[in-house]
T-cell receptor
Framework: DAKTTQPTSMDCAEGRAANLPCNHSTISGNEYVYWYRQIHSQGPQYIIHGLKNNETNEMASLIITEDRKSSTLILPHATLRDTAVYYC???????????FGDGTTLTVKP | NAGVMQNPRHLVRRRGQEARLRCSPMKGHSHVYWYRQLPEEGLKFMVY????????ESGMPKERFSAEFPKEGPSILRIQQVVRGDSAAYFCASSPGLNSGANVLTFGAGSRLTVL
């Protein structure tokens, strides 16, 4: 599975959009991009995933560049409860395990 | 529709004792994954199982650790002769399988093991 690179930490003002980048320059054609987050010491929570097209759900939007070498997770109106570690994972179709890196610690400030 | 259920949520053991952690996957999910998170560290994959089969145990320590997912009942992560370094949060996740292409994991709340 392709390796991902994320910034260690980011801050965001409450109510503003949080844009979390992820580089996956070695991604293969059959690999999906997944985003999870872990709030404090809770179990990780799935956010969104995509293959080629941009995706949106009730939690976030995922923007994948045309060459698929990077992506951005967008939380449109960040709240204090969005403070968490955000993990970007790349994994091929029909793969089993997901490998979590160090993620980005997002701190939403009032 | 209950999510992934893990128990116990907290477990305290003395060095040398055994720890058994249980995980019941979401209804309809046939794949189970175990991850370990040491204090102040990230999630580390341990093992991936289907019913009665271990598919990938590349993250399991060579000794003292074992996992099973029997035909009936929950998945069990067993740690024999625990040591202080085993103190961690152990997370279980489940997924419906790989037939749909994407493999989205649903995680439980975790079991926190403390070894005295």
């Amino acid at each position: 599975d392709a390796k991902t690179t994320q910034p260690t930490s980011m801050d965001c003002a409450e109510g503003r959009a949080a844009n979390l980048p992820c580089n996956h320059s070695t991604i293969s054609g059959n690999e999906y991009v997944y985003w999870y987050r872990q709030i404090h010491s809770q179990g990780p929570q799935y956010i969104i995933h995509g293959l080629k097209n941009n995706e949106t759900n009730e939690m976030a939007s995922l923007i994948i560049t045309e060459d698929r070498k990077s992506s951005t997770l967008i939380l449109p109106h960040a709240t204090l409860r969005d403070t968490a570690v955000y993990y970007c994972i790349v994994m091929r179709t029909n793969a089993g395990k997901s490998t979590f890196g160090d993620g980005t610690t997002l701190t939403v400030k009032p | 529709n209950a999510g992934v259920m893990q128990n116990p949520r907290h477990l305290v053991r003395r060095r040398g004792q055994e720890a058994r952690l249980r995980c019941s996957p979401m209804k309809g999910h046939s794949h189970v994954y175990w991850y370990r998170q040491l204090p102040e560290e990230g999630l580390k994959f341990m093992v991936y199982l289907q019913k009665e089969n271990i598919i990938d145990e590349s993250g399991m320590p060579k000794e003292r650790f074992s996992a099973e997912f029997p035909k009936e009942g929950p998945s069990i992560l067993r740690i024999q002769q625990v040591v202080r370094g085993d103190s961690a949060a152990y997370f279980c996740a489940s997924s419906p399988g790989l037939n749909s292409g994407a493999n989205v994991l649903t995680f439980g709340a975790g079991s926190r093991l403390t070894v005295l």
